[in-house]
């Protein structure tokens, strides 16, 4: 029995890259593409959201001498052409894709607004949201947040390399302890970084769970969905 039935999917742009670090890597396009299929025809609504780190990140560009919010909006840009390029890759799965943008880009993508993502959701379109929330000085997970809470999202998925949140790095401390459920609360306290204060405050407040879960493991989405317990549940 479905659990989740409208999701918001959160990735970053350097899953997109794979083992390149950089642009597109066609193999993880089609693996993501295909376990959002398979989340569509088991019956769940799928909003995604995506980072833009595999083109390029606003605080890089200082290091360039480009002004914070100018590299912000290069960074949101950088979105859109990921969500174009995963919508490409859905609808060569033959599923239906819309992109909506914070910042209005005719005519590759219409401005978002809540309504017009819950209907496009309500046809059967997977809803990609780019273009961040339309402002400077806020990251995609904010966005993610925001987005979720906008469309009535019943969870935040946030798709990582790792298996769940950890009580530190895992990759670096061999001690690490996975955390199965946590509070919000707890999680602060620890200091675990899970996503960026706003968007940990935008979930809390609006009592948006989030699961934090390894989204390169063949099958896991569907899971999720499913009611399996999979990665780390961030709950109050």
């Known amino acids: 029995m479905m659990k989740y039935k409208r999701i918001l999917l959160k990735l970053s742009g350097e899953s997109l890259a794979g083992s390149s670090g950089y642009g597109f890597d066609a193999a993880m396009l089609e693996m993501y593409a295909g376990?959002?299929?398979?989340?569509?025809?088991n019956?769940?609504?799928?909003?995604?959201?995506l980072g833009g780190g595999n083109i390029f990140r606003g605080l890089k560009g200082n290091k360039a001498g480009i002004d914070r919010t100018q590299g912000?909006?290069?960074?949101?840009l950088a979105t859109v052409i990921n969500s174009l390029a995963l919508q490409a890759s859905l609808q060569n799965l033959g599923l239906k894709?819309?992109?909506l943008s914070g910042i209005a880009v005719d005519p590759v993508a219409e401005k978002v607004s809540a309504s017009r993502a819950m209907n496009s959701l309500s046809d059967g379109e997977v809803c990609i949201i780019a273009g961040g929330t339309g402002n400077p000085f806020f990251t995609t997970d904010s966005a993610a947040a925001l987005r979720a809470v906008e469309i009535h999202a019943d969870v935040l998925l946030k798709g990582t390399r790792v298996d769940g949140v950890y009580s530190a790095d895992p990759e670096q401390d061999f001690s690490a302890v996975r955390f199965e459920t946590i509070t919000f609360s707890d999680a602060y306290e620890k200091g675990l970084s899970i996503m960026d204060l706003t968007a940990f405050t935008l979930c809390?407040?609006?009592?948006?769970?989030?699961?934090?879960f390894d989204v390169n493991e063949p099958g896991n989405l569907l899971r999720i969905i499913n009611g399996e317990h999979v990665g780390t549940l961030v709950t109050n």
Request: overall charge negative.
């Open 35 to 41: 376990e959002i299929k398979s989340a569509v025809e």
């Open 97 to 99: 894709a819309r992109v």
């Open 204 to 212: 809390r407040e609006n009592n948006m769970p989030v699961i934090v």
């Open 72 to 76: 912000d909006y290069m960074g949101m």
């Open 43 to 49: 019956g769940a609504q799928v909003a995604v959201v």
